[in-house]
Nanobody, 116 residues
Framework: QVQLVESGGGLVQAGGSLRLSCAAS????????MGWYRQAPGKQRVLVAS???????NYADSVKGRFTISRDNAKNTVFLQMNSLKPEDTSVYYC??????????WGQGTQVTVSS
């Protein structure tokens, strides 16, 4: 069974930092690029950062220069270091493969709230 378990969210003041972690099933982690997605209330879920099997990274313009994605292939874990957080970063954050599959399963996500 595919598992994705996100953690590390919380409440932080603007300008602060958080580090998110996502433990994934080896079954999907070992053969896929991985990414962090976020969904704000009333908005669609969007991809904000991705990392290939070889470690190449891509970022949405909204987070470029502030967020850093990384992966530990030995532990099937992907991370998102978030610095200089802004209130508009407030969302539920999810990890998943990039690209998504038709039958992709989502974890519970982790809430990030940035106060002004």
């Amino acid at each position: 069974q595919v598992q994705l378990v996100e953690s590390g969210g919380g409440l932080v003041q603007a300008g602060g930092s958080l580090r998110l972690s996502c433990a994934a099933s080896a079954r999907i982690f070992s053969i896929n690029a991985m990414g962090w997605y976020r969904q704000a209330p009333g908005k669609q879920r969007v991809l904000v950062a991705s990392i290939s099997l070889g470690g190449m990274t891509n970022y949405a313009d909204s987070v470029k220069g502030r967020f850093t994605i990384s992966r530990d292939n030995a532990k099937n874990t992907v991370f998102l270091q978030m610095n200089s957080l802004k209130p508009e970063d407030t969302s539920v954050y999810y990890c998943n493969t990039v690209p998504l599959y038709v039958n992709s399963h989502w974890g519970q996500g982790t809430q990030v709230t940035v106060s002004s």
